[in-house]
């Protein structure tokens, strides 16, 4: 660092170089061990030297470097700010032509700085960055340069998720319809949404019927649809003044974007990082609009439905679903926002039923537990009842609950009573209550098979599996019974001794409270006491009707 600030220091001469060693070891870079005296100086020479020509580029790439840690960008002083964003071309409006390098070296380091100083936020505000940055976007399929397109949509994403009030006015400005269209020529051919535009990375997969995106596009969409997400983040008002102004064309084309999201193949990572970035945006939208998700099919259609809607969306997600899931570390905001969804898609009839379906097919001869039958969806969905992520858990089980229309008896075959007893005790269906729930639910369709009708009395109830004998008591003989169930006591014991365990029940809710041990001792009746009155009838019974003597 001090050889790169005594350089600037000094003649041009050594200046490119001493840039030039920099910024080729810039991956092993730290500012650890600078004193901020120090960078601060380094800040002000780098902006002394900020419009020669010379050595600007790679300049603006040192300072790139310089700040993406926040004790550095913090340091950046305004008038430094103000010249980036100059250079940057954010402070006047482009028509997608005459970027270079130096500019995009540029926007590359207001993007870092903008990411940490909320002071350069507000400076990004005050000189009207985001509208330069929107309207410069709507000359997006003019832009020729990759990297460029990729910085600009990150800008996107970025000056909306940091500033409220550069949210908003971009929002006043038709943010969403400008992204959305960057979606459809990124995704699609302009002028004909549905076609796959082939070249520039895009080309259409015929054995999947979708569109495949080349890595940098994949990029770009994921940026976008973050950007998506913070303008819609008030879908109810967003969507209220969309009908008002009749602007439903915009938001139709971004479902469609999404439906080709979904139906995306997942074997690219950078696939699943795309899907992780427009699931929210369906979390907000499916719950107004379902049945945009699952649309009435067209003639001649070849993909998957039932009773006639188009199930492309719910068997994408599915298929997505199973993925995250049989990961060894899946990750849990996918897996939360796809359940989600699939959760609000149960809210029209054709997507519980085809869930149902696809989820919960009609039952077989059992030979093992649920989430052991790997080829199912069903044994990913019943895993995650048991996830570690409470919300996940949560999520799943309410899944499940919903596809069996709320039958707690219907449920328990299909999963187990102990991977369904949370959500029971959130809902207050423990104990006595269950049996009069099932009574209440419409009747469905019959899903036994005879093959599970006839092993039904050999499956456990509570795994859902088939029942196993205990061969550990077996062979035992009853005093050894007693040993093994005198251990068991003094473990329960134990552990209740140190609060590892608490006594509880089911309460007048239905719900699993915790109970007062001595509470509920006193309130047992007194064994004793009653074989003392057994006795006692039995010596008045024979006093007032004495037995007759056999002759």
Known sequence: MDEVVTALQGPSEGKKSALKKFNDNFPTYSTDGINSTTLKSCLGVLFDNIDNDSIQCDLLLFCKTLVREKRVADLVSPQLFVRLL?????????EGAGFNATSLQARRAVFNISYHNSNCQAACYEAKADLNLFKELQHFQNTQELDWRVISCKMAFLLTAVSVPMRNRV????????????????????????????????KRNVKQNSV???DDDLTICSDVFMAVFNVTLHWDKMSGKMEASNDVTTFLHLIRCIHAGVNFSEKNEKYQTMIAKFLPIMINTTAQFPELFLPLVETNFSG?????RDMSVAKGLLRHLQHEASKKSGNTMILMSI?????KLTMLRAGRKYLRSEILPPLKKVTKRPEEETHLVKSKVVKLMTHVDNSVAVLASELIFTICKHNVNRMIKYTGYGNSAGLFNRHGLMGTRMSGVAEEMSPDEDSDTEEYKASEPDVDL??????????????????????????LINLIDGMHRKGVI???????????????????MAKMPDIESEEEEEEDLKLDSNAFFPRRKES
């Open 462 to 487: 509570v795994t859902a599996g088939p029942a196993r004998e205990n061969t550990a008591l077996k062979n035992m003989s009853a005093e050894e019974k007693e040993v093994e169930a005198n251990k």
């Open 171 to 202: 929002i006043e400005n038709d943010a969403l319809s400008i992204l959305t269209r960057v979606l459809v020529e990124t995704m699609y051919s302009p002028c004909q949404p549905h076609v796959a535009k082939i070249g520039c990375g895009r």
């Open 502 to 520: 608490k006594p509880g029940g089911i309460g007048e809710d239905g719900k699993i409270k915790e109970m007062d041990l001595a509470e509920q």
């Open 212 to 214: 495949t995106l080349a």
């Open 86 to 94: 100059e250079i940057a071309q954010l402070t006047n409006i482009h």
């Open 339 to 343: 359940v989600s969804v699939l959760n």
């Open 304 to 308: 998957p439905q039932y009773l006639g």
